[in-house]
C-alpha cells in the first residue's frame, strides 16, 4: 500500500494519476501548498524541503516526481508504462524525463517562487518575466521534439505523457505564461491525455475549474 503526501495543483497529482494507471491502491495524505502550514514530521524526515509529492511505501520512501515516476514504473513493469532498461526508447524516456523536471519545472519555478531566485523583493517581477520566457524556450524545445508523434515516445503512451500533460496543467497566461495552444504538438498529446479515466478522476477539480 503506497502513501501518497498530495496537494491540489501540485506534482503529486501526476504521481497519484500514475498510481491510478497502474492500478495500485494508495492512501493520500493531505498537504498545504502554502510553506507555513507545518509538514507532518514523517513527511519532513524523507524530504526535508518540504514540497509534495513525497511516496511512501511498506519498505522505503522517496521524493522527487521524475524520480517516483521512473520508480513506480519500473516497479509494476506489466503495466507498460516505461520502455525496459533494454528498450530502444529508454534514453530518450529518461532524457525527457529529466528535462521536463530539471528545465521546464524550473522555469515554473522562477514564476511561482521568484523570492527564491530573487536578492531582493524588488528583483522578484524580473525573476517572473524571465521564468515565463523560459517556459516558452523549454517547452518549445519539447513541442518540436514531439513533432507529429502520437504520443511523446512515438507510437506508444507512457508516464511520460502523464508527465507532460501535469506540466501544461500549470501554464497561466494571466501570469505572463505562454498559452497552451502556442505549442501544438503538446497541446495534442495533453488533449488525449485528458481523456483518460485516471486522469479525470484525479484532475477532476482542474476539468472543473483550470484556474483553481
Ligand atoms: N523537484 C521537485 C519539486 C516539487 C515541488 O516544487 N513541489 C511543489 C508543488 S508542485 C511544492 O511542494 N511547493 C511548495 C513549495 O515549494 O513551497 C519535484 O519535482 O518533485
Redesign the pocket.
Known amino acids: 500500500m503506497y502513501k501518497l503526501y498530495y496537494?491540489l495543483k501540485?506534482?503529486s497529482m501526476g504521481i497519484r494519476t500514475i498510481l491510478e494507471e497502474l492500478g495500485e491502491p494508495y492512501d493520500l495524505i493531505p498537504i498545504a501548498?502554502d510553506?507555513d502550514t507545518p509538514r507532518p514530521p514523517e513527511m519532513l524526515a524523507v524530504n526535508p524541503n518540504g514540497?509534495?509529492?513525497v511516496l511512501t511505501w511498506d519498505t522505503g520512501a522517496m521524493?522527487?516526481?521524475?524520480a517516483i515516476t521512473v520508480y513506480l514504473c519500473d516497479r509494476h513493469p506489466q503495466a507498460g508504462l516505461a520502455p525496459s532498461a533494454s528498450d530502444p526508447t529508454r534514453p530518450v524516456f529518461l532524457q525527457t524525463l529529466v528535462y521536463c523536471?530539471n528545465s521546464i519545472?524550473n522555469a515554473f519555478?522562477l514564476t511561482y517562487?521568484p523570492d527564491r531566485f530573487a536578492d531582493a523583493p524588488s528583483e522578484e517581477p524580473g525573476a517572473q518575466r524571465r521564468g515565463a520566457r523560459r517556459l516558452r524556450e523549454t517547452f518549445t524545445v519539447l513541442d518540436d521534439q514531439i513533432g507529429d508523434n502520437a504520443w511523446v515516445l512515438g507510437e506508444r503512451f507512457s508516464a511520460l505523457d502523464i508527465y507532460v500533460f501535469m506540466l501544461t496543467t500549470w501554464l497561466r497566461p494571466a501570469l505572463g505564461h505562454p498559452a497552451i495552444e502556442t505549442f501544438p504538438n503538446v497541446k495534442r498529446i495533453a488533449d488525449k491525455v485528458l481523456q483518460r479515466p485516471s486522469v479525470q478522476l484525479v484532475y477532476a477539480p482542474w476539468i472543473e475549474n483550470p484556474t483553481y
Not at 521524493?63 to 521524475?66: F, R, S, V
Request: net charge negative; charged share 5%; glycine share 0%.
Open positions: 496537494a501540485s506534482a501548498l510553506m514540497w509534495v509529492p521524493y522527487e516526481c521524475a523536471s519545472q519555478q517562487y
